[in-house]
T-cell receptor
């Protein structure tokens, strides 16, 4: 079974631009979550999508948005980029079970650098 | 605010020793607990999960959970230099959207020296 695939792996953007990141989850996984990882803040939860709907959201500004398609692939968009958005963006897919089995499998991440 | 706390380290142990990594969490309703290993520049990799109080062993790894004290630990026996990485504790907390979202600690850096 293929793992979680994120594209692109690396990205350099300038302040004020926008960026779109893509994530293809493990086959059969319907939950896709996005995380931002920085040395100072660690792994911070951005949002979770399930069945094309945003199910949960972390404490990030509205410049961060996402969506999920019918095949469970997800995209994340960041508008009006700021220097502080430079980070590793990780996508994680889970086989959704409401009670407990929530182990998340991560993609390789997209390293975004804003200059 | 649901929190997961870990000592940032680094924890330095000699090769062949037991490395002990600890994690505490604030949400008493947490159901599932996970340990991830993250090598520098790589993404987190799941190595253990535990749901019930007590110990769970998998090869050289043992996860220990104590829900009453709200802590979870990871023991690595016969530590190898290849175990040198950052270990992230994740606790699945119930989110408002009706699912469980893993909340991560900031990780403990482990260094195994020959």
């Amino acid at each position: 079974k293929a793992g979680v695939t994120q594209t692109p792996r690396y990205l350099i953007k300038t302040r004020g631009q926008q960026v779109t990141l893509s994530c293809s989850p493990i086959s059969g996984h319907r939950s896709v979550s996005w995380y931002q990882q920085t040395p100072g803040q660690g792994l911070q939860f951005l949002f979770e999508y399930f069945s094309e709907t945003q199910r949960n959201k972390g404490n990030f500004p509205g410049r961060f948005s996402g969506r999920q398609f019918s095949n469970s692939r997800s995209e994340m968009n960041v508008s009006t980029l700021e220097l502080g958005d430079s980070a590793l963006y990780l996508c994680a897919s889970r086989e959704d079970r409401r009670n407990r089995d929530t182990e998340a499998f991560f993609g390789q991440g997209t390293r975004l650098t804003v200059v | 605010q649901k929190e997961v706390e870990q000592n940032s380290g680094p924890l330095s142990v000699p090769e062949g020793a037991i490395a002990s990594l600890n994690c505490t969490y604030s949400d008493r309703g947490s159901q599932s607990f996970f340990w991830y290993r993250q090598y520098s520049g790589k993404s987190p990799e799941l190595i253990m999960f535990i749901y019930s109080n007590g110990d769970k062993e998998d090869g050289r790894f043992t996860a220990q959970l104590n829900k009453a004290s709200q802590y979870v630990s990871l023991l690595i026996r016969d530590s190898q230099p290849s175990d040198s990485a950052t270990y992230l504790c994740a606790v699945a907390t119930h989110a408002s959207g009706g699912s469980y979202i893993p909340t991560f600690g900031r990780g403990t850096s482990l260094i195994v020296h020959p």
